[in-house]
């Protein structure tokens, strides 16, 4: 059975003058985790914010902060992002040289760990590691920027990832990261996500009825109209 649906507002296209009143209400309208974009200008063509914004904005929610690091050498800082209040450390393979140590390290540092596959990244970077992670994150755009296309080529992916897991008996959840809006989600949960990180979407709109639309397409009341045959036996 698929597992209920997570919604992850991304605070990149949230209003930045006010961002721990927009986390605070992004809770309020049903978030379930809050999606934190760290950004290093290197690994990434923009720049973010770091470990003392995320210290600051731990005291606006008690919601899971799930820190995507699209840094280079993301093991050389990790020890920070948990110290000020990350919940789930999401790491990119190509950014870390030695992963498994740095998955290791996410673990003993007290946090969830992830690994996020870019659009051009195989599922062959992850195989050896998948076991260690607790979320596996699709980017569905370029990392680097919110209010980009969704990406549709990486359904089949993500369908590809959720055979492996399947396979293999693990536990971890599939989430998807670029693009995603009520529209697409039941398209995307249909192939195996179950995790979901939207900023442009959310943020400048109705923040409890996308959340709730987003929920909704995902969790599918009408699932049977999206599901691939495969997933309906
Ligand atoms: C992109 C970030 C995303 C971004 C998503 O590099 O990883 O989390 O905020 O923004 P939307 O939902 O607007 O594509
Ligand atoms: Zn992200």
């Not at 605070?24 to 720049?47: Q, S």
């Not at 995320?54 to 020890?79: C, G, N, Q, Y």
């Not at 607790?134 to 993500?158: C, H, R, W, Y």
């Not at 989430?175 to 943020?203: L, M, Y």
Request: aromatic share 4%; net charge neutral.
């Amino acid at each position: 059975m698929r597992p209920k649906a997570i919604i992850a507002p991304s605070v990149l296209s949230a209003d930045f003058t006010r961002l721990g009143e927009e986390i605070a209400a992004v809770e309020k309208a049903g978030a379930d985790w809050i999606h934190l974009d760290v950004m290093d200008g290197h690994f990434v063509p923009n720049l973010t914010f770091g470990p003392p914004v995320i210290k600051a904005l731990r005291k606006a929610t008690k919601l899971p902060f799930d820190v995507h690091l699209m840094v280079e050498k993301p093991e050389e800082s990790i020890a920070q992002y948990a110290e000020a209040g990350a919940n789930h450390l999401l790491v990119h393979p190509e950014a870390s040289v030695h992963l498994h140590r740095t998955l290791t390290r996410i673990r003993e540092l007290g946090c969830s760990p992830g690994v996020v596959l870019n659009p051009s990244s195989t599922l062959s970077s992850i195989i050896h590691v998948l076991h260690m992670v607790d979320q596996v994150l699709v980017m569905t755009v370029n990392p680097g920027f919110g209010g980009q296309s969704f990406i549709a080529e990486m359904l089949p992916k993500i369908e590809a990832l959720r055979d492996l897991v399947d396979a293999r008996g693990l536990k971890l959840r599939i989430a998807v990261d670029g693009g995603i809006d009520a529209k697409n989600a039941a398209r995307v949960a249909a192939v195996g996500a179950s995790a979901f990180v939207a900023g442009s979407a959310i943020f400048g709109h109705d923040y409890a009825a996308v959340i709730g639309a987003m929920r909704k397409a995902a969790d599918g009341a009408d699932a049977t109209a999206v599901a691939s045959p495969r997933q309906l036996a």
